[in-house]
């Protein structure tokens, strides 16, 4: 079922473009990071799919409805990236006063509280909280009346190391109930084993969609190998293979996906020469780099 489904979206500002032809859809269960730097875009995507800014010109729908419509705001759980709640209130009443607004039972507000480890802390004041604790008050109450769809923007902001695996871990609950997942960050490190596309933004352009692994093929960037030997055999290896001696021990190579295979059986056939062997393909952020650039060719 598609969940959420933007059609050749533009918003402009006078005669600012901000968001220009943009299109994207989500289905259930599926966990998209949306990619860009800061006046990329994002943020007004977001507000357009919670109608509060309205579409210049396409589409957006909702499971069918229109953003800001009661269906399209029952189906939505957001995280804005700044959260601000009532500090007179613990975090128990306030999570019990949105839960109320959504028509939810307070008892799911106080599972929600410990889901995000927030049981020793609720009834306290929300002044006393660290950043860290508010944005799990803010993550809890975006989680409210199990949302078909959840915008988070910058959801990890102050939250420890700890924390992020354990909200990525909910991230996966959530989609494997069938929640569609739209995730804005600036951490691309923690999305590349958490999310199932990746949506890079630019100038208010959409300039890739797809998987990692499809991301990668498309980018050609090259696929670094690192060879550990010994002091005695490194320059002997690193003139086999071509590569270049690192680290007193270490030969690193480049090569494409292609050629990856066939560089793996050459190392192998040098036997006891060869102590490990390190493959890493270009990560999150060089992709980002890659495809955020872009020339006038591409344009």
Known sequence: MTVLQIENVSKSFGPLESVRSVSLRLGEGDRVALLGHNGAGKTTLMRMI???TPVTSGQISVLGSAPGSRPARRAIGFLPESVAFHGALTGREQLHHFARLKSVKTSAADELLERVGLTHAMNRKIRTYSKGMRQRVGLAQALLGTPKLALLDEPTSGLDPISRHEFYDIVDDLAKAGTAVLL???????????TDRIAIMSKGELLANDSLANLRRRARLPIRVDVTATPDTADRIADQLGGKRTNGCSVSLDCQQEDKLALLEQITGLGEL???IDVTPASLEQLYRHYSVRTPEDK
């Open 50 to 52: 919670l109608g509060l």
């Open 184 to 194: 804005s960050s600036h951490a691309l490190t923690e999305l590349e084993t958490r």
């Open 274 to 276: 060869v102590k490990d």
